[in-house]
């Protein structure tokens, strides 16, 4: 089974840039769909971006053009580039599998403020 543990997460201003990372371990990790979700205070946990095990990768309209998703199998990785990051990016993001089958993580908290 799959586990995994966020990091990167941190205190931004607006306009800023962050990188997280997903360390998984589990042997079928390169095979999996993986995406990235996050949860703001108050609301339902969403859908960031995913990338398939051939690379394919999609976005949440609210992202697009300004995250970009990548996964290095080698290190059993996925890793979410955060760029021009808005208030509204704040959240406490989490990666599972696209199917949301493995147990969630801690997540890692992301706060975009002046």
């Known amino acids: 089974q799959v586990q995994l543990v966020e990091s990167g997460g941190g205190l931004v201003q607006p306009g800023g840039s962050l990188r997280l990372s997903c360390a998984a371990s589990?042997?079928?990790?390169?095979?999996?769909?993986m995406a990235w979700f996050r949860q703001a205070p108050g609301k339902q946990r969403e859908f960031v971006a995913v990338?398939?095990?051939?690379?394919?990768?999609s976005y949440a309209d609210s992202v697009k053009g300004r995250f970009t998703i990548s996964r290095d199998n080698a290190k059993n990785t996925v890793y979410l580039q955060m760029n021009s990051l808005k208030p509204e990016d704040t959240a406490v993001y989490y990666c599972?599998?696209?199917?949301?089958?493995?147990?969630w993580g801690r997540g890692t908290q992301v706060t975009v403020s002046s």
């Open positions: 599972n599998t696209l199917d949301q089958t493995a147990p």
């Open positions: 589990g042997s079928v990790f390169s095979i999996r769909a």
């Open positions: 990338i398939t095990s051939g690379g394919g990768t």
